[in-house]
């Protein structure tokens, strides 16, 4: 039983950035590998960010690589995605999830850049 819920989206400018949070509720956060996702109208879903339970290491997507950094604080069953330099094709609703477990996908947060 864990339940997902990002925040942090919202209307950015070409170059901004912008933090998404997801807090997770249950007690086996902490050992999950874990990953931001997103989907943009028209478009499938598709794997951003990932980190892992055990050394917090991390993997991106070519397309945010060097711009975008996934972490996570375990104490407060948190997740995060601090986007720099945004582009308006990240535009799209953001969530996270774990690829360890079928866990109910969350409502997402919704990130625009546009000028």
């Known amino acids: 039983q864990v339940q997902l819920v990002e925040s942090g989206g919202g209307l950015v400018q070409p170059g901004g950035s912008l933090t998404l949070s997801c807090t997770a509720s249950g007690s086996i956060f902490r050992i999950l590998n874990m990953g931001w996702y997103r989907q943009a109208p028209g478009k499938q879903r598709e794997l951003v960010a990932t980190?892992?339970?055990?050394?917090?290491?991390?993997n991106y997507a070519d397309s945010v690589k060097g711009r975008f950094t996934i972490s996570r604080d375990n104490a407060q069953n948190t997740l995060y995605l601090q986007m720099n330099s945004l582009k308006p094709e990240d535009t799209a609703t953001y969530y996270c999830?774990?690829?360890?477990?079928?866990?109910?996908w969350g409502q997402g947060t919704q990130v625009t850049v546009s000028s």
């Open positions: 980190i892992t339970w055990r050394t917090s290491a991390t």
């Open positions: 999830n774990s690829g360890d477990q079928s866990i109910t």
